[in-house]
């Protein structure tokens, strides 16, 4: 079975996870998008269509902040100037895959026309700012999403709630599979901790964005720190939005939290594992933002759990199916700051015993449920049975 992944960009840094699931779905793999990066996945394993421009001239940056500009023009023009796309369907007529999968919903929308042209099934994946926010933002994409709805073999969510949200905008139930976000549990094996009372070492790790709550880590910590003055936050991520980062900044220095808090840089996923034996809770407090952003399924949250960290998060979309409230972590409402700051005073407190109890369920959690390996079996029976009915 030869399959062929569509993306605007291969392949952020950030998305391990899509690497992830393509090495392990059990197909031959190919990959299309308008803008190729050499970096850590540009395997030889897969076949890459580029770009004809890229390979004249020789411009493959080794990772997507180089020529980032290019890249954005690329991206943006491509969806009112198919040049790729065209080149790609011709590519496909002497190349045949039995499958197409898009990732993300825009993607999907854009290479629709082809997989019809070339008669081939297509299979959509919707991960997050695309289930809610770009239709809120580009109505146009409401249409389109109808459109892709029909014409699509398959679309997938990252959980029940994903479904609901897709289904409500008018995808047939039955071609809904669900798909959750997924890992290696092996690159993040469970690590002892001994876990004292009275103290407690937090750790967000994400992309620095609105939707991933770090305003509402910072009021957390402020509310907790007044009964728990030995613990301590670390943060590391990616600024992708400038004002925040000053927003957050702004916020440590007028609460005077200097010493209770760690900023680093940008942190390489390969060094993530061993990055986070070092600490004793995950906080992730992932909300929908004012435009209706929204995340699938932090992959980090699944990651820090499987390495024996319990996460304190939120309900938010799919979320109670990663960490499991009382058992895994503990769970808040949206944009409730108080309520977490309950929950990292819970930990502060909490003796070894029952930490550890947290601790080895997360980790088995992940291993049972989100394992790379079992959701790549899943994704082929997909494929297969889409080939099948054909």
């Known amino acids: 079975m030869k399959v062929l992944h569509l ?11 899509a690497y992830q699931i393509m090495r392990a779905t059990p197909a031959t793999k190919w990959v299309a998008a308008p803008w190729i990066v050499l970096n850590q996945y540009y395997t030889p394993d897969f076949q890459f269509f580029t770009r004809p421009l890229q390979v004249r001239t020789g411009w493959l940056p080794a990772t997507e902040w ?4 290019a890249h954005n023009l690329v991206s943006r023009s491509e969806h009112y100037w198919p040049v790729y796309r065209n080149w ?26 082809m997989a019809q042209q070339l008669d081939i099934p297509l299979v959509t994946s919707f991960y997050g700012y695309d289930y809610e926010s770009l239709p809120l ?7 389109r999403y109808q459109e892709l709805f029909a014409g699509a073999a398959a679309i997938t969510a990252a959980g029940v709630f994903g479904k609901k949200v897709l289904s409500d905008q008018g995808c047939p ?19 002892a901790r001994i876990k004292q009372s009275g103290q407690l070492r937090l750790v967000q790790v ?25 613990v301590h936050l670390t943060l590391a991520g990616e600024p992708w939005q400038p004002g925040l980062v000053q927003q957050m900044r702004a916020f440590i220095a007028t609460h005077r939290l200097e010493a209770q808090i760690t900023w ?6 390969a060094q993530l594992a061993t990055f986070l034996g070092d600490f004793d809770v995950f ?28 996460v304190i998060s939120t309900t938010h979309f799919d979320i109670p199916a990663e960490v499991l409230h009382e058992r895994t972590g503990l769970l808040a409402p949206e944009h409730r700051p108080d309520v977490l700051a309950g929950f990292i005073e819970r930990f502060y407190w909490m003796e070894n015993d029952e930490y550890q109890r947290f601790s080895r369920q997360a980790s088995e959690h992940i291993t049972a449920n989100f394992d790379v390996r079992t959701i790549g079996e899943r994704m082929y029976k997909v494929y297969n049975s889409i080939i099948n009915t054909r």
């Open 264 to 269: 680093l840089d940008f942190l390489p996923h």
């Open 7 to 17: 993306f605007d960009l291969y392949l952020p840094s950030t998305m391990n996870w």
């Open 66 to 69: 180089q020529s980032e500009w």
């Open 173 to 191: 139930p039955e071609k809904i599979h669900i798909s959750p976000m997924s890992m290696d549990p092996t690159a993040f094996p469970w690590t």
């Open 137 to 143: 933002q580009k109505p146009i994409f409401r249409q």
């Open 88 to 113: 790609l369907t011709k590519q496909l007529r002497k190349q045949r895959p039995d499958v197409l999968h898009a990732h993300f919903g825009p993607v999907g929308c854009h290479y629709l026309k």
């Open 283 to 310: 906080i992730h407090p992932s909300h929908y933002t004012a435009n209706r952003d929204c995340e699938g399924g932090p992959v980090a949250i699944l990651e820090a759990q499987s390495s024996g960290l319990p």
């Open 206 to 230: 994400a992309t620095i964005t609105a939707k991933k709550g770090y305003l509402d880590t910072l009021e957390a910590v402020r509310l907790a720190v007044k009964t728990c003055p030995n």
